[in-house]
């Protein structure tokens, strides 16, 4: 199962390497190993809009512009 990029109201998607893989490895279970979504993530050309996506509309769940769920709540307590 690929991402339908056409159901996603943002341009940048189209680039994503996101979209070429299977999607479940983006929204793991606890517990699980998110190296391959992070992977995939660090060689994409538009993993900084996708983490500013994430951040901006507080994305809970999944590996969004190479970070956790967890990774993006640090990022955040950082910031402030």
Known sequence: MKLDIGLLPFEWVKE????EVDPVIFFPEAGENTSAAKKVCMACNVRIKCLNYSLKNDERFGIWGGLSELDRRILRRQAS
Do not use: V
Not at 16 to 19: D, I, N, S
């Open 16 to 19: 994503a390497l996101c979209a």
